[in-house]
């Protein structure tokens, strides 16, 4: 560890250290924790577990394809698998794994204790938890969503989905959307403000800066879908008329204000996998990733041309040519800075020595996948030939080519590649790459044939087609395809639960890689870094002396951590977090029962207020050490030790 | 080395031969973007095989190039920490190949962009001269088709089925009875939402006789899987001649069997959603029937037309498409028949 070479400038009892950080055992700690870790661990298997159910769910749909005129499903159950898989991926996968990430990592690569909101933190996993179990209970109900996840109106409407299935899918917005809301504020906050001294804003590690710039785009994003489910839910309960032609509102509002989400939610779901790109690069490229500013500069271009484009999703919807013309451009001009990073990763290999490990496959096949996601896409820029290519399965291709190939790759590769660090364990290569190999045969053998089918017609969202389409090929070879996939997936879930038990020690950093989570003990401390660190480049593992300064003084009895600047980094403060808390939760199940009530009722929100009040009020309370630690005066961080740091950060 | 066959025998075969397989297929299927018999249709897929092909060949290299460079750079282990500092003059020349890159990204992109733009203009183009004008209406899950006329008594509604002569221009007045449904055949024109309170507009200019399948392209609810139109395109001769046939009302029935089928028709529950011509039956709640024997299929697509099928259909149109909005009739054994035979002397 970096610190122990350092010279230590009060006492310092590690110990203490770990009593002041660590939660109450038992049960009661598990529901109380505040620890950026813990919290950001469970997300990552919720998430993980709610994407094998969505998984479930493709195979049922590709085995109901897999010849023409299948009776495995009807159309309803049909219509509800498809809505839950698009919304459990999307909703509960996709969004919820990548903040999730960024939970557990950002602290540990910037170089502090935990996140800037520990509660707040808690309380985005607990409602997405709770959110993620009612869309799942009432399915199993056989009252599951059945418009599909984009819930077009006026089909979605009053009028031609009576019942509760559309209300459920509306307040699952809300549980989520809240979620990823407080996540991303939390990563935000963490990022701007407490980031150890030295790491000025050239030296954030990139994952950092994608998980900043998500943040920002879901801060932007989900209002926009919120508003929408929020008209839907009052057109449906009280009878307001926002989608109702006839009475002067518009359907196509609502594809407005839905796309203005969706589409920037791609690239939420996507940009954090440049991220885990560029983490990874390095110890396996053995070079810094060629190309930092452009980098980050590339993800910050996509993420503002990103809220540009999402008319692409409506050109049949009959607006007018010189609209549709403006979109057609920003589409295309989004495949600039993605070519961008593209062209960096592949000067990073190109000028690397390739170490072929296991999370590396992932980004190479990555790059394979992605750039054929990408170059599709740009084919449905073009708007007249997006009319022929929209809602046919040539769309179904090139989405999961970008989110599959483009994200989860990644995402998958970024597992195995912080799994040592997670669990202290490493995991076995061979099954590692077995695994790779599945998924990737799996993958382009379900979803390169879809290009064809919907160049041969075949429409999305379909329960079944005849046998004179001629689409029962295709379809069968997409179905195969399926369950290679699915036996990849498998295999390294396998791989990780046996790892967790038999798997190698990890040691600080098996990877030999260059950013702050490896200098730290696998899995880390509770307190995260016995000192915090110093950052002087942007490897600081790869360019760490024995000399390199530390950051000592804050204390070991509070919970203290330092606020630095949000430029340079230099010392701003010392800031006192929260005690781990029930309160959180309780907030996240009051949330939970006036969303569900709100599908039957509008009293549910007066209900609904008094109970957050209560939760939030207890939230508020001080309890534990806190009232201790604030009498007191910031001791041990004297002037002098601020103006140290400064100095060193300078 | 595990990476090295990996990506060899993976991706390097595997890609090219997708890629050419890709362009080369020919297909059997009924519908497809690639085999162009309408103006629009053919201008879509001019742009498919420009930026398409450009863009193919461009993955071929990109792959290539990306597979040389991993084979080429691959090492077997990482030695320790020692990373050896940047080299400067090569980061600067991997600066300039990257800007390079980046330009000709652009200017790649602006080519396709005028191209698309041009072709869009073109398609807007198509709808400048029309010969002929219908109205579709989509409804859950059917379409109806009203052939406009300045005369008012040459009009006339039919359902999922429709007659375009080849060469002249089409207009497609598209409206929505229900929900948000698209227009679309793959083999003429891309897609056009039919949106509730909107009135669109899709040209179609058939260039070869034959029959065109298309199908819904918006999910409708249950039954968008069988929501399927058939456009039959046929010389100006031909044409005329449907046109006559479809303005005629339904024939006078002859035999025993077929008077007593459109007794039942007329006094059963049928006529609270069917029309058929020449009876009191003029409801439209349902597809038009007046001329339902000529038309090739049952349920919008569903099954063919054959005497078997109606069989099915009216007794238990439920079983053959679940959840479509026709009631279950309850019929005895000599009405069914009868309303059978009635129903395919309606030619």
């Known amino acids: ?650 | 080395m595990t990476m090295r066959c990996a990506i060899r025998h993976g991706l390097g075969i595997a890609w090219s031969a997708a890629f050419t397989a890709l362009s080369v297929r020919t297909s059997a299927a009924a519908s497809s973007v690639l085999e162009p018999a309408g103006a629009g249709a053919r201008l879509a897929s001019k742009l498919w095989w420009w930026i398409g092909g450009t863009l193919s060949v461009l993955y071929v290299l990109i792959g290539a190039l990306l597979v040389f460079v991993i084979v080429r750079r691959a090492t077997r282990v990482a030695d320790g920490f020692s990373i050896p500092p940047p080299d400067e003059p090569r980061e600067r020349r991997l600066a300039k190949i990257v800007a390079v890159n980046a330009v000709l990204t652009t200017l790649l992109l602006v080519v396709f962009l005028a191209v698309s733009l041009s072709v869009g203009h073109a398609v807007v183009a198509l709808s400048s001269n029309v010969d002929v004008r219908m109205k579709v209406t989509g409804h859950q899950w059917w379409w109806e088709i009203e052939y406009e006329d300045p005369v008012a008594s040459n009009t006339f509604v039919t359902a999922n089925e429709f007659h375009v002569p080849v060469g002249k221009t089409v207009d497609l007045h598209l409206v929505s009875a229900d929900v948000i449904h698209s227009f679309w055949i793959p083999n003429l024109t891309g897609k056009r939402d039919l949106i509730p309170g909107r009135n669109n507009h899709v040209v179609i200019r058939a260039e070869r006789a034959g029959e065109y399948v298309g199908q819904c392209a918006e999910f409708c609810g249950l039954q968008h899987a069988h929501m399927r139109i058939v456009v039959v395109a046929e010389s100006d001769e031909d044409f005329a001649r449907w046109l006559v046939h479809e303005r005629e009302p339904a024939p006078e029935p002859t035999g025993e069997k077929e008077i007593h089928g459109r007794q039942v028709f007329t006094s059963g529950p049928c006529v609270m959603c069917h029309t058929v011509r020449g009876t009191m039956a003029a409801s439209r709640a349902g597809p038009e029937l007046t001329h339902l024997a000529s038309r090739r299929t049952l349920g919008a697509g569903t099954i063919p037309n054959t005497r078997a099928h109606l069989f099915a259909w009216i007794t238990d149109s439920q079983s053959v498409k679940p959840g479509n909005r026709m009631p279950q009739v309850p019929m005895q054994g000599a009405d069914l028949d009868d309303l059978a035979a009635w129903l395919e002397t309606l030619r």
Request: glycine residues 8%.
């Open chain 1, 1 to 650: 560890m970096s610190a122990a070479a350092a010279e230590p400038l009060v006492e310092f009892d590690e110990a203490e250290l770990e009593r002041t950080w660590r939660r109450p055992p038992g049960l009661w700690g598990w529901l109380t924790t505040v620890d950026h870790k813990e919290i950001g661990m469970r997300f990552i298997v919720t998430a993980l577990v709610f994407f094998a159910l969505g998984g479930v769910l493709a195979l049922m749909m590709r085995i109901q394809l897999a010849r023409p005129d299948n009776h495995f499903v009807g159309p309803d159950l049909y219509d509800q698998i498809f809505t839950m898989h698009g919304t459990t991926m999307m909703f509960l996968f996709a969004i919820p794994v990548m903040e999730a990430m960024g939970l557990y990592l950002v602290p540990l690569m910037i170089g502090t204790r935990n996140v800037a909101f520990p509660r707040l933190a808690a309380f985005s996993y607990w409602l997405f938890l709770f959110g993620g179990i009612t869309l799942f209970t009432f399915f199993l109900l056989n009252i599951g969503p059945d418009a599909g996840w984009f819930m077009y109106v006026p089909l979605a409407g009053p009028a031609f989905s009576p019942g509760k299935r559309v209300d459920i899918w509306s307040q699952l917005i809300n549980f989520t959307e809240i979620s990823a809301l407080a996540a991303s504020i939390e990563l935000i906050v963490t990022t701007f403000k407490m980031r150890a001294p030295g790491m000025s804003l050239g030296r954030i590690p990139i994952f950092v800066w994608a998980m900043v710039i998500t943040s920002f785009m879901v801060v932007f994003a989900m209002p926009a879908v919120m508003t929408c489910s929020l008209f839907l839910t009052t057109d449906r309960l009280v009878a307001t008329h926002f989608y109702n032609q006839a009475e002067g509102g518009d359907p196509l509002l609502w594809q407005h204000l839905f796309w203005f989400f969706a589409h920037p939610e791609v690239y939420i779901v996507f940009i954090p996998a440049t991220g885990f790109v560029a983490a990874m690069l390095p110890a396996f490229t053995r070079r810094p990733v060629f190309g930092y500013p452009a980098i980050v500069s590339a993800a910050s271009a996509v993420a503002f041309l990103g809220f540009g484009l999402w008319v692409h999703h409506m050109f049949a919807t009959g607006l007018p040519q010189l609209g549709t013309s403006f979109f057609s451009a920003s589409t295309m001009a989004i495949a600039v800075p993605s070519g961008v990073q593209v062209f960096c990763w592949t000067a990073t290999l190109w000028s690397g020595r390739i170490v072929p490990r296991v999370p590396m496959l992932f980004v190479l096949g990555f790059l394979f996948l992605f750039i054929l996601g990408g170059f599709t896409g740009v084919m449905q820029a073009s708007e007249p030939l997006d009319l022929q290519l929209h809602d046919t399965y040539f769309v179904v291709a090139h989405f999961h080519y970008v989110l599959i190939g483009g994200s989860m790759f990644p995402l998958f590769g970024a597992l195995y590649y912080w799994f040592p660090k997670m669990t202290g364990r490493l995991t076995n290569e061979t099954l590692g790459v077995t695994s790779f190999v599945l998924l990737f045969a799996g993958f382009n053998l379900t979803f390169f044939p879809m290009h064809l089918l919907g160049l041969h017609g075949m429409p999305r969202r379909v329960y079944t087609y005849l046998p004179e389409t001629g689409w029962g090929t295709d379809n069968l070879i997409a179905t195969i395809g399926a369950t290679i996939l699915a036996a990849g997936v498998l295999a390294m879930v396998f791989n990780m639960l046996w790892s967790l038990r038999r798997g190698a020690p990890a040691g600080d950093n098996p990877w030999m890689a260059d950013s702050l989570e490896w200098s730290v003990p696998s899995p880390p401390p509770v307190y995260n870094f016995a000192y915090l660190p110093y950052v002087g480049s942007r490897a600081p593992l790869w360019t760490r002396r024995d000399d390199d300064p530390v950051v000592t003084g804050l204390r070991t009895d509070c919970r203290e951590v330092l606020l630095t600047h949000t430029s340079d980094a230099s010392p701003d403060s010392v800031s006192l977090l929260p005690e781990p808390s029930i309160w959180p939760m309780m907030l996240a199940l009051s949330a939970t029962v006036t969303f569900i009530l709100s599908c039957f009722t509008p009293w549910a929100v007066p209900l609904g207020a008094v109970l957050v009040f209560i939760s939030l009020v207890g939230w508020a309370s001080p309890g534990g050490s806190e009232g201790r630690c604030r009498m007191k005066p910031v001791a041990r961080m004297t002037r002098e030790e601020l103006a140290r740091l400064s100095e060193i950060a300078a």
